[in-house]
């Protein structure tokens, strides 16, 4: 017994993260929601039947001008369409009936949807749009007929008993009551065979409409028949992840299925996740650092009730060390969806943190936010100084956000020196920046030159230009330029840019200055094929094709000279045929030698050689049979 209650223990232990999380990172926002109306009233305009069908789910008309063309529309649409009987009457009706269409529906129409559930139905689908379509239609299905509906679907799930048959039948078990409660003994069946993608998403192959379908109808079988919920919580929160997933579907069908998904979801308050993130960048000022937290459910709506304790415990991420915990987060906000934590008290230094988030000690949620110090210059001195260190440094002093009174004068035999303090405004400690650099700008040419500043061992920022040997960055163009200190961090508030100074650089006047490279479309470059080899003289060439050609007369000599047995040659297909080709072959190579090329021959030789190579065949065993039947005793042989 000791032994059991230790192991069960360990399971509670196990399990308590997964019932204390119960939270995603997103939600339907109010520009997903915005982009998904659009859906719809795109889908209006559209001619697919389903389409309009599942837009007049979401949008009401109002307007009689629209919506008449609209009933027009979807009767011609209901003949034209290739989806099912079952499923394009459903979308006909069911439209119908959402836009208020004036014009009544067909009698032939109406009978044969009357007498659907009387005959044979052949899938769980078929029964459900026969079902959903009486429903629209606001006809009872009596007892007896539900009864056999319940029996037929028995059968059908013993042989179809894929994601999709079970969950139309969920669908369907929900319209027929307590004579289908048999399914729910399925709903264990499908759950299991959904598919987790990076342990943060489940879903089902087939995508967004199959999950949908089967989440929608085994939360209606649970519902219906009193069952629990047919997923757990970490499974809802990986269910909802995948849906948020698809926030960007295109189609009408597929905007409603999200949805709906979402609210069923979202319905069941034992297993419900809810979103809990940070409102903005996450970027809090370390002179009023305050954490604004959204709190809401998976459309973005309100919880309701609304959480009565939200406490925050703030981790620096760099060493895990702990800030504070129990800090209360409260209600900032009339509609409820905002939380606010003053960390002010806290008085955190520039950096990286976490807060463990925990609302009712149901939802927890870790969120990452940064806090921005701020970069105080301590000092700046810049100066000029000769290159050879013969003479002594001036340095003058400048304060922020000032800039100097005298402008500066250097020339090649010197150099220019800036060294600046950067401290953190809090504290006064040295800080490091992500980045500094000197500027150099010649307003007169437009032209910049931009140079870092490193960090040396006192932790001040240094920067030494030798005018003479950087005279090249400047193209050796004299003039007055302006020093500029940048200074910036991802961790900062207040990144800057400062005019330090002015200086006139002076640069060695017999310097060779490049000459400027002209803007705009260069020469068009005219690609030039190598110039041909010079050819042979003629009567090399005619020589050659002499001697090529000689083989084919001599054969014709000898064919003279000692006969041509075409005793043996008859004016069958077949005889003809292989001649025919092989003298095709001759032909074509001779054409090829004229003018073709090899690629072009291939393409010509191919179906001729065939041809020659079927009626060569067929001429071979035409010859042996004939020769078998001169000589039997040979044949027998």
């Known amino acids: 017994m000791l032994k059991l209650g230790l192991t069960l223990f360990g399971v509670l232990c196990a399990c308590a993260p997964t019932w204390s999380t119960r939270t995603v990172d997103s939600h339907l926002g109010p520009k997903d929601l915005t982009r998904l109306q659009k859906v719809f009233v795109d889908g209006f305009g559209s001619s697919d039947l389903q389409a309009i069908f599942f837009s007049s789910l979401n949008i009401q008309l109002t307007d009689a001008t629209q919506k008449e063309p609209l009933c027009k529309k979807i009767a011609a649409l209901h003949q034209e369409s290739k989806l099912n009987s079952f499923e394009k009457d459903y979308y006909f009706i069911g439209a119908s009936k959402n836009l208020g269409c004036s014009a009544k529906l067909d009698e032939a129409l109406l009978s044969k949807v009357y007498s659907s559930l009387d005959s044979e139905l052949g899938s769980t689908q078929e029964i459900y749009y026969r079902l959903v379509t009486h429903k629209a239609l606001g006809v009872q299905v009596s007892d007896t007929t539900q009864g056999k509906i319940v029996k037929r679907l028995q059968e059908l799930l013993k042989k179809d008993d894929t994601l999709t048959g079970l969950g139309y039948g ?174 002010a008290s806290l008085k955190p230094v520039r950096g990286i943190y976490q807060a463990e988030l925990s609302a009712d000690s149901v939802y927890t949620q870790t969120v990452q936010f940064k806090v921005l110090g701020r970069v105080k210059v301590q000092s700046l001195d810049v100066g000029i100084a000769e290159s050879d260190a013969s003479a002594a440094t001036r340095k003058q002093s400048v304060n922020y956000p000032s800039k100097l009174k005298e402008t500066l004068s250097a020339d090649t035999t010197q150099k ?106 260069r020469p068009e470059i005219v690609h030039q094929f190598r110039v041909p080899d010079k050819r042979p003289p003629r009567i090399v060439s005619d020589i050659f094709t002499g001697l090529c050609i000689t083989p084919l007369v001599l054969l014709f000599i000898f064919w003279g000279k000692l006969g041509v047995n075409v005793s043996n040659f008859t004016l069958a297909p077949s005889t003809i045929g292989f001649h025919v080709g092989f003298g095709g072959i001759l032909l074509l190579f001779f054409v090829f030698w004229m003018q073709l090329n090899m690629f072009q021959t291939l393409r010509l030789l191919i179906p001729i050689a065939i041809f020659t190579f079927l009626t060569g065949n067929r001429l071979l065993r035409r010859l042996y049979a004939l020769r078998n039947s001169k000589n039997p005793s040979s044949a027998s042989s």
């Open 416 to 521: 220019l020196l800036l060294r600046a303090v950067l401290v953190e405004e809090s504290n006064n400690k040295p800080l490091a920046v992500h980045q500094a650099f000197v500027r150099l700008y010649n307003k007169q040419t437009d032209k910049e030159i931009i140079f870092v500043a490193e960090q040396d061992s006192s932790k001040a920022y240094k920067f030494d230009m030798d005018i003479g040997s950087n005279g090249k960055n400047f193209n050796y163009q004299s003039g007055t330029y302006n020093i500029y200190l940048t200074v910036g961090d991802a961790s900062l508030s207040n990144s800057f840019e400062w005019l330090v100074a002015d200086i006139q650089l002076k640069f060695s006047e017999d310097r060779e200055v490049k000459p400027k490279i002209p803007s705009g479309p």
């Open 170 to 343: 969920f669908n369907v078990a929900v319209q027929l009551g307590s004579g289908a409660a048999f399914i729910a003994n399925r709903v264990e069946d499908a759950i299991v065979q959904a598919d987790e993608v990076d342990g943060k998403l489940l879903q089902f192959e087939g995508g967004l409409s199959i999950t949908s379908l089967i989440i929608n109808g085994a939360f209606g079988v649970a519902k219906a028949y009193n069952k629990p919920a047919p997923v757990s919580a970490a499974q809802a929160v990986k269910f909802a992840n995948y849906f948020l997933s698809r926030r960007s579907v295109q189609s009408a069908k597929g905007a409603h299925v999200l949805i709906e998904a979402l609210k069923t979801i979202g319905a069941d308050e034992k297993i419900a996740p809810i979103c809990v993130q940070l409102i903005g960048n996450g970027q809090l000022d370390a002179q009023s650092p305050t954490l604004n937290i959204a709190v809401v459910d998976l459309l973005g709506k309100p919880l309701s009730p609304a959480p009565k304790i939200i406490t925050a415990k703030v981790f620096h991420k760099k060493d895990n060390s702990l800030l504070a915990e129990k800090i209360s987060v409260t209600s900032k906000s009339s509609d409820k969806t905002t939380y606010v934590a003053d960390l």
